[in-house]
């Protein structure tokens, strides 16, 4: 690992680390991390991947944002962090990822919890404003360099039309991926991964976790309940939900991640969704 090199610049105080001393904790569509086992700790050592301008990834806000989560103590400090060779080394907190199904009551609540505080925080006025339909131009333009996808082109139109434009509401800091994978139950929960945070509106981080959990009628409405602390539930959580499955279709096909067929299917649904 080429980034182990620069271990004097870290500041921290461990002996020179080698290869032998990592081991690969996962291996993402957008990042690689690894374990490093010094005499004194454990660090978390995480690689971006190379296809950051292929996904539209903003290194920069994600950073920024990161920053501002971790000083809420909503995600692990990071410690060192290297632009040119795209690395950051962060603590390593022992912990796992929230599974799809059988979540309890406590853990919706503190999922809740979190997104609450997130969405709470003061939003800086440089961090980028997610718009939909400019997200799914830029997944669009990509698609469409490789010929097999063209048959998808006749969704393109109507469906930014129908679901390209912002919710209306008050915008807040969105994370945007807030999947199960993303979660680390530890002493407390914390949510990580942030290369997709942007300023938005609060429903798709809702969506966005309620699209990959298995929940029963009674669960969902107790975890919607413990966010807006009230009975009646933001209506733009169904456009919202729409508005996730549409990016979620488009990037899960440029990560060649689903057939051509089940994008067709997935577009199609969306388009005669009313």
Known sequence: ????????????????????????????????????????????????????SVLGLDRETEFKVHEIANHANLTPTILFRCTKKGYWVR?????????ETGLSLVQLEQVAQVLRQLHSLPVPSDIPRLIPGEKAAHYWSQLLKHPENNSLMAYQQPLQT?????????????????????????????????EYAATGHPCWDLAAFLQRVELSESQQNFFLESYFQEKTHDKALIRANDQLAYLSALWFRLQKLISLEETHQILLKLLRHK
């Open 91 to 99: 603590e390593f907190i022992e912990g796992r990822p929230l599974p």
């Open 1 to 52: 690992m080429e980034c182990l090199a620069d271990w004097q610049k870290w500041d921290l105080e461990i002996q020179k680390p080698s290869a032998a001393d990592c081991i690969q904790l996962s291996a993402g569509n957008t990042n690689s991390s690894f374990i490093l086992t010094t005499d004194a700790s454990r660090l978390l050592i995480r690689l971006e991947a190379s296809n950051s």
């Open 162 to 194: 129908k679901l390209g434009n912002s919710l209306d509401g008050a915008l807040s800091l969105c994370h945007m991926d807030t999947v199960p994978a993303n979660w680390l139950e530890a002493e407390k929960m914390y949510l990580m991964d942030w």
